[in-house]
């Protein structure tokens, strides 16, 4: 069974940086579009940034000009690039194989002095 694993997150003050790992336990990313969603306390999930399988990205206003998505496909893993951040950022990030039920656990980024 495929599972999805995202690691990166962390506490991080206004203006830094983290990167986030969404890794595959099989190559099912190579083939599909991949999602980063959030979903901050008392918010509905919304969706940060896609990738194609083209290597094409999307990305939410909000994040437009921070957050980066790529992908190694030789890894299996998709990355989320993010820089600039601010509080508004602070969230479960989670990562998707799209038009499937493939969710990870989720990761905790809180951005605070």
């Known amino acids: 069974q495929v599972q999805l694993v995202e690691s990166g997150g962390g506490l991080v003050q206004p203006g830094g940086s983290l990167r986030l790992s969404c890794a595959a336990s099989?190559?099912?990313?190579?083939?599909?579009?991949v999602d980063w969603y959030r979903q901050a306390p008392g918010k509905q999930r919304e969706l940060v940034a896609a990738i194609t399988s083209a290597g094409s990205t999307n990305y939410a206003d909000s994040v437009k000009g921070r957050f980066a998505i790529s992908r190694d496909n030789a890894k299996n893993t998709v990355f989320l690039e993010m820089n600039s951040l601010k509080p508004e950022d602070t969230a479960v990030y989670y990562c998707?194989?799209?038009?499937?039920?493939?969710w990870g656990q989720g990761t905790q980024v809180t951005v605070s002095s």
């Open positions: 998707n194989i799209r038009a499937t039920t493939l």
């Open positions: 099989g190559s099912i990313i190579r083939f599909n579009t």
